[in-house]
């Protein structure tokens, strides 16, 4: 199984400035034969379900607000918001989705300083 | 508009059965695989299974593997979660999700997700 690891746990960032959510998987999920790395970011607010905010690490899905971006490849992976929001309070779990079981990180907790 | 809406949770006694509904429109229900999703109250997301568009392929993690089916009726545009066997620590909202694009069901990330709903399993 590809073991996705989430840092920090948890952050407190000031309303207006940025965050930055690393996630690490245990193998690669970039698939050579289609460039792609099968990596997706969530967003969930409590009593929700996720809703995503980036797929194929850094493409933003319709909707998304655009201080929400990623980066990364192959095994290293970031979500960074910049200009925080009261909004963006949530939890933010990565996603793998190269192969079978799909795992999740653990989350990280976002919180206004 | 998607929606994915779903029904079927209770309290249950470990060992019993229970069949989740999801039911689904706004979308080519045959043409996307769905997935269920669990999560433990206050804990992380846990992929449980996931079912290819026309229904012939499954997939389930191993801590669910026959004890749980997943199945859908693309006439009626219901994707089910069948659970047998049921134990305390299945206790989670379960989510069902929709993939995002075409192709193998398990090589896509979830764009739409139903609003959960809440089994328990306690004696």
């Known amino acids: 199984d590809i073991v996705m690891t989430q840092s920090p746990d948890s952050l407190a960032v000031s309303l207006g400035e940025r965050a930055t959510i690393n996630c690490k998987s245990s193998?690669?999920?970039?698939?050579?034969?289609?460039?792609?790395?099968?990596l997706a970011w969530y967003q969930q607010k409590p009593g929700q379900a996720p809703k995503v905010l980036i797929s194929?690490?850094?493409t933003r899905e319709s909707g998304v607000p655009d201080r929400f971006s990623g980066s990364g490849s192959g095994t290293d992976f970031s979500l960074t918001i910049t200009s925080l929001q009261p909004e963006d309070v949530a939890v933010y779990y990565c996603?793998?989705?190269?192969?079978?079981?799909?795992?999740f990180g653990l989350g990280t907790r976002l919180e206004i300083k | 508009e998607v929606q994915l809406l779903q029904s079927g949770g209770k309290l249950l006694q470990p060992g019993g059965s229970l069949r989740l509904s999801c039911a689904a429109s706004?979308?080519?229900?045959?043409?996307?695989?769905l997935s269920w999703v669990r999560q433990a109250p206050g804990k992380g997301l846990e992929w449980v299974s996931a079912?290819?568009?026309?229904?012939?392929?499954?997939y389930y993690a191993d801590s669910v593997k026959g004890r749980f089916t997943i199945s859908r009726d693309n006439s009626k545009n219901i994707l089910y979660l069948q659970m047998n066997g049921l134990r305390v620590e299945d206790t989670a909202t379960y989510y069902c999700?929709?993939?995002?694009?075409?192709?193998?069901?398990?090589?896509?990330?979830?764009?739409?997700w139903g609003q959960g709903t809440l089994v328990t399993v306690s004696s």
């Open positions: 999700a929709k993939v995002s694009s075409y192709g193998p069901v398990t090589k896509s990330n979830f764009d739409h």
């Open positions: 706004g979308f080519m229900f045959n043409n996307y695989g």
């Open positions: 079912i290819s568009g026309n229904g012939g392929t499954s």
């Open positions: 193998q690669s999920v970039l698939l050579t034969s289609t460039t792609k790395n099968y």
């Open positions: 194929w690490a850094s």
């Open positions: 996603q793998q989705y190269y192969s079978t079981p799909i795992t």
